[in-house]
């Protein structure tokens, strides 16, 4: 064959198999689902559990035959915890990768970043973020699965008032997820009747909080401290307060999901309460409990295949694939429209954070009963009951 | 608390940070005063130190642990100077000192990979996460002291090596005076391998006493070579005991100002008064004032 057979044979190849591939990908071949995590970075906590559940789950799916007989395709991305990595990710998937929804980004900042570029491209993404601002004001195409910062406030103040508590000190590190949290307690305060006493920001690197505690100890009458940030400074609080002897109740956020933190801060843990979803607690649900089956199937599947305790964040990457397969069954096939429509209509997804109710105007599709406070008994997580 | 209560508890929690920027300082100032660099990965020695000795906790006793891992580190640091500054054929100070921030990211990339990015940490040295020491109403962790211990072990070490050891004073001659060092038969390039086989080995000692109060996870380095370079420079960069009372300083004026002002502001007031003592002393509190002098302690 000489070369110019070869470019003449090549190109007609070529401009045959091109029509016949892009029909492929668009009815038989697999669906292809976006997905940007910060599998590493300082929120690696969040992304590395949610990366791992999700490439599990689409395995699953895909060993079960896929949906509506097409095999699903994860494209992940790590971030790495980068607003500015997280939109270059999010331009790509959309231009050329042309998936059919993103999950993720792991981080609230990340989410924000990308929100208006997915409404522009009306690509849907599902975050598995929690701030409040990602869902309000409503974007069409912007969801959200992990559970809200008001609602995890309320329910820290609700279980304070029932304990007598009504003056607390608040401490949130300088980061996005300590940021919110911080407003959500201001703004909260004074419907449910609390006072904050301590109001402190802290280095989100910090490597010590004994100062800042020692102020919250200065401070006459403070019934409880109530941190919210991400670890280390979780461990960091609980240890320091017990060395002081400050010994007030300890309240964290959701943030504290993980039960490596409480391993970390060892028997200083002991009692420090939190808001979190069921997941984390599913060995204690009743049987009939409508989120048994689903918690403790994930639980088992990802605890056998990794080694390591499951928690909420993996959990919303589980939801956020969930949410998007529902729609695609009821939708019938992947047009992304449908799709859509078809997540606006999902009334009683049970997940792994709660129960989803989906509608035009809610896109978070959780309610306050997705929490359950927990506390941490002899190292072991386990529901708080007064 | 009374008063006075309250002024101890917050001088002892900024010696609880105080030390720990003091214990990774001592480590920059070793490589400061054998090359005149500042190594930029000084921060990851001593998260490696804390990573190795968590990693081998699981198999050994804890001592041994500590042991094992402070070699490894020095090994890696005397690898790192044979790898990458030992075959340069410009030894200027910027150079060097951009190796080793280039180090100082492969180190975090590759222990991202080694291990993950879970935080981790070594037990309590004695006694547990809520145990203290009792000093007129006020409390310290027991931990702090074994941090301090390193520190005095640091320091004493190192004077005694670089004041009355043939090795140690050659060091102090490549630093001084390099071309006068080399005419007198000193191989500077041997010289600056041991000075980063120690700083990392005294890094990797940081790492481990610091590991139980801020765990250890394989971002920690930077964060942490920030305040222990604030440290050396208040202190007087080249000289240990200097860098110790820097690291100290740093740690009460923090502690300090979280009396005073909202703890969101701790960095403010730390690094404004660094900038103050710059201005008045440009060579630190006990640094002597010529460049090369500064070096020479």
Same mark, same amino acid.
């Given at each position: 064959?000489?070369?110019?057979?070869?470019?003449?044979?090549? &190109?007609?190849?070529? #401009?045959?198999?091109? *029509? $016949? +591939?892009? @029909?492929? /990908?668009?009815?038989?071949?697999?669906? !292809?689902? &976006?997905?940007?995590? #910060?599998?590493?970075? *300082? $929120? +690696?906590? @969040?992304? /590395?559990?949610?990366?791992?559940?999700? !490439?599990?789950?689409?395995?699953?799916?895909?060993?079960?035959?896929?949906?509506?007989?097409?095999?699903?395709?994860?494209?992940?991305?790590?971030?790495?915890?980068?607003?500015?990595?997280?939109?270059?990710?999010?331009?790509?998937?959309?231009?050329?990768?042309?998936?059919?929804?993103?999950?993720?980004?792991?981080?609230?900042?990340?989410?924000?970043?990308?929100?208006?570029?997915?409404?522009?491209?009306?690509?849907?993404?599902?975050?598995?973020?929690?701030?409040?601002?990602?869902?309000?004001?409503?974007?069409?195409?912007?969801?959200?699965?992990?559970?809200?910062?008001?609602?995890?406030?309320?329910?820290?103040?609700?279980?304070?008032?029932?304990?007598?508590?009504?003056?607390?000190?608040?401490?949130?590190?300088?980061?996005?997820?300590?940021?919110?949290?911080?407003?959500?307690?201001?703004?909260?305060?004074?419907?449910?009747?609390?006072?904050?006493?301590?109001?402190?920001?802290?280095?989100?690197?910090?490597?010590?909080?004994?100062?800042?505690?020692?102020?919250?100890?200065?401070?006459?009458?403070?019934?409880?401290?109530?941190?919210?940030?991400?670890?280390?400074?979780?461990?960091?609080?609980?240890?320091?307060?017990?060395?002081?002897?400050?010994?007030?109740?300890?309240?964290?956020?959701?943030?504290?999901?993980?039960?490596?933190?409480?391993?970390?801060?060892?028997?200083?843990?002991?009692?420090?309460?939190?808001?979190?979803?069921?997941?984390?607690?599913?060995?204690?649900?009743?049987?009939?409990?409508?989120?048994?089956?689903?918690?403790?199937?994930?639980?088992?599947?990802?605890?056998?295949?990794?080694?390591?305790?499951?928690?909420?964040?993996?959990?919303?990457?589980?939801?956020?694939?969930?949410?998007?397969?529902?729609?695609?069954?009821?939708?019938?096939?992947?047009?992304?429209?449908?799709?859509?429509?078809?997540?606006?209509?999902?009334?009683?997804?049970?997940?792994?954070?709660?129960?989803?109710?989906?509608?035009?105007?809610?896109?978070?599709?959780?309610?306050?009963?997705?929490?359950?406070?927990?506390?941490?008994?002899?190292?072991?997580?386990?529901?708080?009951?007064? | 608390?009374?008063?006075?209560?309250?002024?101890?508890?917050?001088?002892?929690?900024?010696?609880?940070?105080?030390?720990?920027?003091?214990?990774?300082?001592?480590?920059?100032?070793?490589?400061?005063?054998?090359?005149?660099?500042?190594?930029?990965?000084?921060?990851?020695?001593?998260?490696?130190?804390?990573?190795?000795?968590?990693?081998?906790?699981?198999?050994?006793?804890?001592?041994?642990?500590?042991?094992?891992?402070?070699?490894?580190?020095?090994?890696?640091?005397?690898?790192?100077?044979?790898?990458?500054?030992?075959?340069?054929?410009?030894?200027?100070?910027?150079?060097?000192?951009?190796?080793?921030?280039?180090?100082?990211?492969?180190?975090?990339?590759?222990?991202?990979?080694?291990?993950?990015?879970?935080?981790?940490?070594?037990?309590?040295?004695?006694?547990?996460?809520?145990?203290?020491?009792?000093?007129?109403?006020?409390?310290?962790?027991?931990?702090?002291?074994?941090?301090?211990?390193?520190?005095?072990?640091?320091?004493?070490?190192?004077?005694?090596?670089?004041?009355?050891?043939?090795?140690?004073?050659?060091?102090?001659?490549?630093?001084?005076?390099?071309?006068?060092?080399?005419?007198?038969?000193?191989?500077?390039?041997?010289?600056?391998?041991?000075?980063?086989?120690?700083?990392?080995?005294?890094?990797?000692?940081?790492?481990?006493?610091?590991?139980?109060?801020?765990?250890?996870?394989?971002?920690?380095?930077?964060?942490?070579?920030?305040?222990?370079?604030?440290?050396?420079?208040?202190?007087?960069?080249?000289?240990?005991?200097?860098?110790?009372?820097?690291?100290?300083?740093?740690?009460?004026?923090?502690?300090?100002?979280?009396?005073?002002?909202?703890?969101?502001?701790?960095?403010?007031?730390?690094?404004?008064?660094?900038?103050?003592?710059?201005?008045?002393?440009?060579?630190?509190?006990?640094?002597?004032?010529?460049?090369?002098?500064?070096?020479?302690?």
């Amino acid at each position: 064959m000489n070369p110019l057979t070869a470019i003449l044979t090549l &190109g007609l190849g070529l #401009s045959l198999l091109a *029509p $016949a +591939s892009s @029909l492929a /990908a668009a009815n038989s071949g697999p669906i !292809k689902i &976006g997905a940007i995590f #910060s599998v590493t970075g *300082p $929120a +690696s906590f @969040l992304g /590395a559990p949610a990366a791992k559940t999700a !490439k599990m789950l689409v395995d699953k799916i895909n060993n079960e035959g896929g949906v509506n007989g097409r095999k699903l395709q994860l494209i992940l991305k790590d971030s790495a915890g980068s607003p500015e990595k997280a939109v270059s990710f999010a331009k790509q998937l959309i231009e050329e990768e042309q998936v059919l929804a993103i999950i993720g980004p792991s981080t609230s900042g990340e989410t924000m970043q990308i929100k208006a570029l997915c409404e522009e491209n009306q690509m849907i993404l599902i975050s598995c973020a929690a701030a409040e601002v990602i869902v309000n004001p409503l974007a069409k195409h912007v969801f959200k699965v992990a559970p809200k910062d008001s609602h995890a406030a309320v329910l820290i103040y609700r279980t304070m008032k029932d304990h007598g508590i009504r003056k607390v000190a608040v401490l949130s590190s300088n980061d996005g997820f300590g940021a919110a949290g911080k407003k959500q307690l201001e703004d909260l305060a004074k419907a449910e009747g609390m006072e904050i006493l301590v109001n402190e920001v802290y280095d989100k690197q910090a490597t010590d909080l004994t100062d800042i505690l020692t102020k919250v100890k200065s401070q006459p009458g403070v019934q409880a401290v109530v941190n919210w940030s991400i670890v280390p400074a979780q461990s960091i609080v609980a240890k320091n307060m017990r060395q002081i002897g400050l010994n007030v109740p300890l309240y964290q956020s959701h943030g504290f999901a993980n039960r490596k933190y409480a391993e970390q801060a060892g028997v200083a843990a002991e009692g420090t309460l939190f808001p979190a979803s069921r997941i984390v607690v599913g060995d204690e649900l009743a049987d009939d409990h409508p989120q048994k089956r689903v918690v403790t199937s994930y639980k088992q599947e990802y605890e056998k295949l990794f080694n390591e305790d499951v928690s909420t964040f993996g959990g919303h990457a589980y939801d956020a694939l969930l949410v998007i397969v529902e729609a695609l069954k009821k939708a019938g096939g992947p047009d992304r429209e449908k799709v859509r429509q078809a997540i606006e209509g999902i009334q009683g997804l049970v997940g792994t954070a709660g129960v989803f109710n989906f509608s035009a105007t809610d896109h978070t599709g959780l309610s306050l009963d997705a929490f359950e406070m927990i506390t941490v008994k002899n190292g072991k997580f386990t529901v708080y009951r007064k | 608390m009374d008063p006075g209560n309250l002024a101890l508890q917050y001088f002892l929690s900024g010696i609880t940070k105080g030390s720990i920027y003091a214990v990774v300082a001592i480590g920059f100032n070793l490589i400061y005063s054998a090359t005149g660099v500042l190594n930029f990965a000084q921060g990851e020695f001593v998260m490696l130190g804390g990573m190795v000795a968590v990693t081998l906790a699981q198999f050994v006793p804890l001592p041994v642990a500590v042991a094992g891992a402070i070699l490894a580190v020095a090994v890696v640091g005397c690898l790192l100077e044979l790898l990458f500054f030992r075959k340069l054929r410009h030894h200027s100070i910027l150079h060097l000192i951009i190796i080793t921030i280039g180090l100082s990211i492969v180190i975090q990339e590759a222990a991202l990979h080694l291990w993950d990015e879970k935080v981790r940490s070594l037990p309590y040295f004695t006694g547990n996460e809520i145990s203290s020491v009792r000093v007129f109403g006020a409390a310290i962790s027991p931990q702090v002291l074994w941090v301090l211990g390193a520190v005095g072990v640091s320091v004493a070490g190192l004077h005694v090596f670089l004041r009355y050891t043939l090795k140690g004073r050659a060091m102090r001659a490549c630093s001084s005076n390099p071309e006068a060092a080399m005419l007198a038969g000193i191989n500077i390039s041997n010289m600056r391998t041991l000075a980063f086989g120690l700083s990392a080995g005294l890094g990797a000692l940081a790492g481990c006493v610091i590991s139980p109060i801020t765990m250890t996870h394989y971002e920690m380095g930077g964060g942490l070579a920030i305040k222990g370079f604030a440290a050396a420079i208040l202190g007087g960069l080249g000289n240990p005991m200097a860098a110790v009372v820097g690291g100290l300083l740093v740690g009460v004026l923090e502690a300090a100002s979280v009396r005073y002002l909202p703890a969101a502001y701790n960095d403010v007031s730390a690094f404004a008064m660094l900038l103050l003592v710059v201005f008045v002393r440009p060579h630190g509190l006990f640094g002597a004032p010529a460049g090369a002098q500064v070096r020479e302690h």
